[in-house]
């Protein structure tokens, strides 16, 4: 079995400090718990940043910035969110791509999330892929749902997305697919045999579904955008404490864990 690549999701969209004191949110935050999350095993960093009041934001600058920072710290995979928060236009979640990352998320469809609705019309889609290809960047194609795994294969039909994908199960979002293990053995039997997957299990489902994930080949995410509790009521110290259990559990299994360019080449990266 193939090491196993460990993405750190660190802030997310939707958690504020209320809920997780330990959120990290300015640049330089952001790239030390990048730091932080490569000594303790993640080869990819998952990153939505927030402007200086701590609000979601998908403006270039902000995300160059981030960018550089952890660069100048380790060689983790930087993978900016084009998913942003429900509220951005398709022009501001594409911002980030035109830092021409090695890799970003790339959401085929729409889904309910929570009370909101986000939205990935077949325009969005295309044109997100598009650019992507365009840039040469890595699509790490998020599905929320087992129709948006049809949707990412009509992309590579229309020749904007390659293979093999690369995808990310998120399981247990309220509105979308729940996170028991008969849903990702679907989802995983539901993909190209080419390709690769990683789930990222939101909440209580985090820790189950990625020890299963482990054992059944594919990859796990874990981090505060995900998940804020280290056990069940207690608050997570920092978004390393979940990357270290997740190594350790692997290693205890027998899976030794991906370095970064150990995991550009599972991936498949330019």
Known sequence: ??????????????????????????????????????????????????????????????????????????????????????????????????????????STGTCNFGPDVF?????????????????????????FERGMINNAMRLVKKGLVEEPLHFDFVMGVPGAITGELRDLIYMKESIPENATWTVAGIGRYELPLGVAAITLGGHVRVGFEDNIYYNKGEIAESNAQLVERIARVSRELGREVATPDEARKILNLK
């Open 119 to 143: 939205m990935n019309t077949q325009e969005y889609m295309d044109k997100f892929a598009s650019m992507m290809k365009e840039k040469g960047v890595k699509p790490e194609v998020e599905v």
């Open 1 to 106: 079995m193939e090491k196993l690549i460990i993405t750190a999701a660190l802030t997310g969209a939707e958690t504020t400090r209320d809920l997780q004191p330990n959120l990290p949110l300015t640049p330089d935050e952001l790239a030390e718990a990048a730091y932080e999350c490569y000594k303790a095993g993640a080869s990819i960093v998952h990153v939505h940043a927030r402007d200086k009041d701590g609000n979601p934001t998908q403006d270039y600058e902000v995300y160059k910035e981030i960018k550089e920072k952890i660069e100048a710290k380790c060689n983790i995979i930087f993978q900016p969110s084009t998913g942003g928060a429900v509220h951005h236009s398709p022009e501001e979640r594409l911002q980030p791509v035109e830092l021409s990352p090695e890799m970003a998320t790339l």
